[in-house]
């Protein structure tokens, strides 16, 4: 377990666990730990971070709690439900007894025991460890009356159940927001949180991104995937990849016994990297050898 007092304990925290950050997200993930603020990251897909959180959780060796959102998701998916079905046992139960006492029976149907509890309401319980990571990914993929909801956890922490009251967190938990920026997030929503923009690594920082997750590819063969994939990053592509399908690729190469890229066997292997038909279609026939050709061009004067 990693000790984060320092900005500089941050950056090392996070590279012993496999990723690898720049001095600013150090800065600002280490403004958010010492302040309690929850932290919001915006950024293209696939540039790291929902990988933060992981790194994070694993760093301080505290609980990853992930909530995946998606459009309708509401309160009761985010933060609890009853289980209907136990509740209806326990009752067939009491009747056939005949030993129902309607109040005792209602205060033991809406507590703990049949009490589901999701993530936001996880995140709210004390733990041992200490508090736990919550992660609330892909936050733009819900709508309006979701995040108006999550303004009350984020500015206090705590959750009302309406049949038991007001849940608040013993010590907040260290929140970690989502979003890639497919609509706008409100700004209310915004303000409660500490902001940074994820952009795709530079070359030397993708290599260390690389070597860090891939350490049995050859430098070599490195260089030329990282090369080839920011080359494609200024094409006009429906979706840019990002770190994640850097690596997807090289572990591919890997699996296949390359030690260097060839027209070849890029195409036969986009699928890994570009997600997209008309994206692969476009790198057909001689577009793929002239970017390998720019990069080795790169690489030599480099």
């Known amino acids: 377990m990693q000790s984060m007092q320092s900005i500089d304990d941050v950056q090392s925290g996070l590279e012993a666990e496999g990723y690898v950050c720049g001095r600013a997200l150090s800065t600002v993930v280490f403004l958010a730990l010492k302040l309690g603020r929850p932290l919001f990251l915006e950024g293209e897909a696939g540039v790291g971070k929902t990988e933060i959180a992981k790194a994070i959780s694993a760093a301080l060796g505290r609980r990853l709690i992930r909530l995946q959102c998606y459009e309708g998701l509401d309160a009761s998916s985010a933060v609890y439900e009853w289980n209907f079905a136990a509740q209806m046992v326990a009752i067939r139960t009491a009747e056939a007894s005949g030993t129902a006492d309607r109040d005792a029976l209602n205060a033991e149907l809406?507590?703990?025991?049949?009490?589901?509890?999701?993530?936001?309401?996880?995140?709210?319980?004390?733990?041992?460890?200490?508090?736990?990571?919550?992660?609330?990914?892909?936050?733009?993929?819900?709508?309006?009356?979701?995040?108006?909801?999550?303004?009350?956890?984020?500015?206090?922490?705590?959750?009302?159940?309406?049949?038991?009251?007001?849940?608040?967190?013993?010590?907040p938990p260290i929140?970690?927001?989502?979003?890639?920026?497919?609509?706008?997030?409100?700004?209310?929503?915004?303000?409660?949180?500490?902001y940074h923009w994820v952009d795709y690594p530079d070359f030397d920082r993708e290599i260390a991104i690389l070597q860090s997750r891939a350490p049995e590819a050859a430098e070599a063969l490195s260089r030329e995937v990282v090369g080839f994939v920011q080359k494609l990053r200024t094409e006009d592509l429906f979706k840019k990849p990002g770190v994640a399908e850097t690596i997807d690729w090289a572990k591919c190469l890997l699996a296949l016994d390359m030690i260097t890229l060839s027209p070849e066997v890029i195409a036969d292997t986009l699928g890994a990297v570009l997600k997209y038909q008309d994206d692969i279609q476009k790198l057909q026939g001689s577009e793929a050898k002239r970017l390998l050709d720019e990069v080795r061009s790169d690489l030599a004067v480099a």
């Open 110 to 171: 809406f507590g703990p025991e049949y009490l589901v509890e999701r993530p936001l309401l996880q995140a709210m319980q004390p733990d041992p460890a200490g508090p736990p990571v919550l992660l609330i990914d892909e936050l733009d993929r819900t709508d309006e009356p979701f995040e108006a909801f999550l303004l009350e956890a984020l500015s206090d922490f705590q959750v009302t159940i309406p049949e038991i009251g007001t849940i608040k967190a013993p010590e």
């Open 175 to 194: 929140v970690i927001v989502t979003s890639n920026r497919t609509r706008e997030v409100h700004d209310a929503l915004k303000r409660r949180c500490l």
